[in-house]
């Protein structure tokens, strides 16, 4: 065969694409009887083509848009990266639709997909609908939910509406009522009456008052059509798009009369009812026309002197406050649609909301209604320029990637193998068990389920700060109006929702409340990594107790009790069960010791061996190695314990604390690695505190340390007051408890742990808070406390107290299970000493507030004195008498002067 010269090859004609060279020279052939001249194979270059069309085709999202006849949705899907299907393909990555979704579709949805409606959304977008839930929550909370005008709903409050028409006869008042159909769109079937005696009775419509004093757009009435977007609700995620449009009248306003009722072009601003108007104005300004947009208003009415942006945070509030009227029913339903599906994961579901916002004569806004498919018509150049900028943005913000799909594949296989080639859950028959080895499977049971449920919720927090980060980098026009940065509006909204949960559900979903207050909660992930490591430890110690009874104990190796190390672990966790039977005595708070002192340098390895738990690895080493554990038996005065800062305890009666941590590890001793927890990054190293530190003092200024000083003092002088007492007659209350702590505890335990719920017992916690913020926003002159990073530290500790119901609290008065210095021995945070002697006195005066709120309630229990119904006196040298009382408090007073009680006579309440 004839090689092709290059004059040959020069005159073949050459596709001019420079990324199909490869490609033809696979394809090119040589034909002798063309003399050399080089062609191409047509039908293998087409396929080609169509291969490389057909990758990028898969390589696209796709959209599903046979349900909207708007074009702006197909022109802004395809400009944001997606192909739109040709046929109706239930597995695009994106379906949009003008209408109702069914709940079945919803259910369908792969994790990877979108679509453009909320189940439960019809609570609000149904006018009556919307009137009957406001309705039943302006009761609850009535200054909150007054947004909306007076409503009644056909025919079944047909009576009531006659009742107050009667009411404003009498008064000799006439106003005017607008009727609606209760699911009517697009102002059809809207009427006007001035009696209200002519409304039909039978029909299902609302009726509303008129607002007859709105605030005219030159001398036009006019209302706001405000584009929000749901991205979640669960939890829950809103935006607020800042442009909108102003619809306006084509009849100049006046107030209502029997003339003009019938003028809807005057009253009614509905574009559709007014584009039918002669009047009606198309202008490519957006301030000129019938239609023009918010930006326009918002500039006109700042040239006129108004609060614009107190106009804007009244329209937020009453947008939020409709929406938290939604939530219960979106969540349900949207649970009952995707069952299984835990909180925080990405939502399948958004929705484009369109609120008619009105604004009276005082420029207070109201809602009308809310429309769940607000009209993407593009009649003008203005409805194109904002519509289309919002579905922009919205789909930017619903984050559709095409690697979504595969890994949602990868997911529901894991998640089959794992259901079908897991273990097997198969119960326990512990017959030959004992009753308190039962108790301990029952609580290791529970601690294991607390410990899943703490990483799904870290899980829920990362993955909203992911999903936050992306959403402040692609908002565009929209900004989040919830979750709120402004702390004191979240926990405004978030009480509202709890509020609604209460009245829509009324305690039939608790795990729905449960789930929506810990998404909303001010938990950060530092410290749930705290809780999932207490967790952890609680864990391995009642494994520890459970684990099956070996051979006898060598009498040669040492044991801290006759028991043994299973005994010891025993004994520790029959204390924590039972919360008060068998509890140790309560700590000396740590201070700082006197120059004078000294603390013996036994080295860190030595100190965490010492104050080892007895299931811990340490232990055994210690058991194995060292000869048996000398111990001493530590006070038990409650009183010594309380006033800690002029007394001392032996280091072996408790766990050492970070100050003498901090001496000891200066030692010569090498540092034993502690146990890493699981959910802890490898690269965290475990440090701890020490004592002057290098670091602390090249980190921290003088300034600051001196400002730490001045807190320390005034948290020293600080007091906790007893309602109606003085600081001589508080000290007494706490001498009195302290004499007689071994009655006062089971009750104080009964009283912290099961009466008190968990608000109850934030409550508590929240008096010493509130005045430690009061304190430094004192000392360290700051408005804003939050970023400030003792105060941090302070929440750490005020939230370790609080940690499993308030058994955080209740261990300070424990010897055994003090562990709230735990979170900084563990942390990779260095505390210099004078931060943790703060922290000290905070728990401190904790333990004091609680005695002085328990003692509170114990006196005004009975502060009203019954009267006695039984004397007995005895002759003789015998006690003097004791007396019963009515009110059941008579058997506590019998056993106290029976029992030879320290106050002498039992007293009357």
Known sequence: MPAATPDSVRSTPVLQTTASIHSMASIQTVDASQGGHTHFDESVLKKSQLSKKSRKRKSQATANLYGTRYDVVHAVVEQAGMQVSKEDDPKCYLIWSDSFVQNERIAELKSYQRINHFPGMGEICRKDCLARNISKMSRKRPEEFNFTPRTWIFPAEYCTFQTYIKELRKRKKQKTFIVKPANGAMGNGISLYRNGEKIPQNEHIIVQEYMDKPFLLDGYKFDLRVYVLVTSCDPLRVFLYQDGLVRMGTEKYHSPTDGNIDELCMHLTNYSVNKHNENFQKDEDVSKGSKRSIRYLNNFLTKNGYDVPLLWFNIQNLIMKTLIVAEPHMLHAYRMCRAGNHAGN??????????????????????????????????????????????????????????????????????AERRLLGPTKRPEHHSSTS???????????????????????????????????YENRHMGGFRRIFPTENKSQQAQWTQLLDDAFQVFLSGRAPALQKDMSRAYSQYKEAEILDM??????????????????????????????AT????????????????????????????????????????????????????????????????????????SSFAHRLSSETREHRSTSRPLSSNQLGKQSTGSHPVVQRTRSLTRPLSATKRIITNHSKETSNVKSEREEELTKR??????DMRIKFPGKTDEEADTVLDAIEGNWKYHKPRIA????????????????????????????????????????????????FNRLLWSHGQGLWNCFSTSQCSWETIFSKSTDVISPMEMSCCRRIVQLCRQCLLIVYQFAAETKNAVA?????????????????????????????????????LGQAQQP
């Open 346 to 415: 990405e939502s399948v579901c958004f929705e484009v909301l369109g609120f008619d916002i009105f604004l009276d004569k005082k420029l207070k806004p109201w809602v009308f209604e809310v429309n769940r498919s607000p009209s993407f018509g593009t009649d003008e150049k203005i409805d194109y320029d904002i519509k289309s900028g919002l579905l922009g943005d919205a789909i930017k913000l619903m984050n559709i990637r095409v690697s979504d799909k595969r890994k949602s594949i990868s997911a529901e296989r894991a998640e």
């Open 435 to 469: 009753k308190d080895d039962r108790v301990d499977r029952q609580r290791k049971i529970a601690i294991d389920k607390r410990k899943e449920e703490l990483k799904q919720y870290l899980n829920m927090i990362r993955m909203d700060r992911k999903r936050e980060e």
């Open 532 to 561: 999932i490591e207490q967790c952890e430890e609680d864990g391995v110690s009642l494994t520890a107790a459970l684990a099956p009874r070996g051979p006898k104990v060598n009498c040669a190796l040492p044991s801290s009790s």
């Open 564 to 635: 043994g190390v299973r005994g010891s672990a025993r004994q520790k966790h029959d204390d924590w069960v039972s919360r008060f039977k068998r509890l140790s005595s309560m700590p000396t708070a740590d201070v700082p010791q006197a120059s004078g002192e000294e603390t013996e340098d036994t080295g860190d390895e030595a100190m965490w061996e010492k104050n080892s738990p007895p299931t811990s690895p340490s232990f055994r080493r210690r058991q194995l190695s060292n000869g048996p554990p000398q111990r001493s038996r530590p006070t």
């Open 711 to 716: 807190t320390l003092s005034a948290l020293s």
């Open 750 to 797: 009964s009283y912290w742990l099961v009466k008190l719920d968990s608000i109850k017992r934030r409550k508590v916690i929240d008096i010493v808070r509130m005045n430690i913020r009061a304190l430094l926003q004192r000392v360290w002159h700051l408005n804003d406390v939050d970023n400030l990073a003792l105060y941090r530290i302070f929440c750490r500790v």
């Open 866 to 902: 019954p009267e006695p119904v039984k004397t007995r006196t005895y002759p003789g040298n015998e006690p003097p008498k004791y007396t019963t009382w009515n009110n059941g408090n008579g058997a506590i007073a019998q056993r106290m002067v029976r029992a030879g009680h320290p």
